[in-house]
């Protein structure tokens, strides 16, 4: 139905299947200058998340074996 990866559904799908779902089809988009911006922000929130994982990891290590 899809059609494959990255392709758009064909206007007779969206015909098809959205009145009888009742789906509504959002599309939004970032302009291509944005790209390295949001990679900045996901990478430093996945490497906060990481360090203070590890932290706990180090911390519960050291607390059970006292």
């Known amino acids: 139905m899809w ?3 990255g392709s758009n559904p064909r ?4 015909e098809k299947y959205g009145p009888v779902h009742r789906a509504h089809y959002l599309h939004g988009y970032q302009p291509a200058s944005r790209f390295w ?3 900045l922000i996901e990478g430093g929130w996945l490497l906060a998340l990481s360090v203070l994982l590890a932290a ?11």
Do not use: C, E, K, S
């Open 37 to 39: 911006h949001f990679q």
């Open 11 to 14: 206007p007779a799908d969206h």
């Open 3 to 5: 059609g494959g990866w």
């Open 56 to 66: 706990a990891t180090v911390w519960l290590i050291r607390h059970r074996a006292t």
